[in-house]
T-cell receptor
Framework: ETGVTQSPTHLIKTRGQQVTLRCSSQ?????VSWYQQALGQGPQFIFQ???????GRGNFPPRFSGLQFPNYSSELNVNALELDDSALYLC????????????FGPGTRLLVL | SQQGEEDPQALSIQEGENATMNCSYKTSINNLQWYRQNSGRGLVHLILIRSNEREKHSGRLRVTLDTSKKSSSLLITASRAADTASYFCATEDNAGNMLTFGGGTRLMVKP
């Protein structure tokens, strides 16, 4: 157990819809990173939030956005869902932005039909 | 895009045997980490090796890093059926705020 939780565990959406995924970090961790993991592949970095501001972004379009709240919770929002957005979405919390160790949640599996 | 490649993509061994997985990467790194993932669930951090280290041990795990060849290996000794999982290497670059993962090695340990 890493102390990082995510909700929901599974989600089914239709193409064009919007989705919000939630993550609760370890207490005291001011940094959260989000990753997308397509089936059979390694995770890909979406973005990182540090003290409620975006602190780095991977190669993902602007329809992927996030929020981080002072209570160690965060959200990943995806607009205009596409079939290729079907994946496992993982959040990871760390003590601060350049901490070596990230603690991963169990993930949310999103299916876009 | 993924930083590196892992080799082999899949590995099947008998309980008690050793398992070796290799990882190659492309750019300069701050450190390299190995993670384990069971059945598409969350990632569990196994071990971290810094760019100025060459070898590290943790229980039945041994990791090596060769920065001149931009490669790393993970050795699991005396494997158990419970070691069955996917194993990923991940590199942290000098910016220090993101991990770049390889494609993973799927290990099956038969009892």
């Amino acid at each position: 157990e890493t102390g990082v939780t995510q909700s929901p565990t599974h989600l089914i959406k239709t193409r064009g819809q919007q989705v919000t995924l939630r993550c609760s970090s370890q207490s005291g961790h001011n940094t959260v990173s989000w990753y997308q993991q397509a089936l059979g592949q390694g995770p890909q970095f979406i973005f990182q939030y540090y003290r409620e501001e975006e602190n780095g972004r991977g190669n993902f379009p602007p329809r992927f956005s996030g929020l981080q709240f002072p209570n160690y919770s965060s959200e990943l929002n995806v607009n205009a869902l596409e079939l290729d957005d079907s994946a496992l979405y993982l959040c990871a919390s760390s003590l601060t932005w350049d901490s070596e160790t990230q603690y991963f949640g169990p993930g949310t599996r999103l299916l876009v039909l | 895009s993924q930083q590196g490649e892992e080799d082999p993509q899949a590995l099947s061994i008998q309980e008690g045997e050793n398992a070796t997985m290799n990882c190659s990467y492309k750019t300069s790194i701050n450190n390299l980490q190995w993670y384990r993932q069971n059945s598409g669930r969350g990632l569990v951090h196994l071990i971290l090796i810094r760019s100025n280290e060459r070898e590290k041990h943790s229980g039945r795990l041994r990791v090596t890093l060769d920065t001149s060849k931009k490669s790393s290996s993970l050795l699991i000794t005396a494997s158990r059926a419970a070691d069955t999982a996917s194993y990923f290497c991940a590199t942290e670059d000098n910016a220090g705020n993101m991990l770049t993962f390889g494609g993973g090695t799927r290990l099956m340990v038969k009892p």
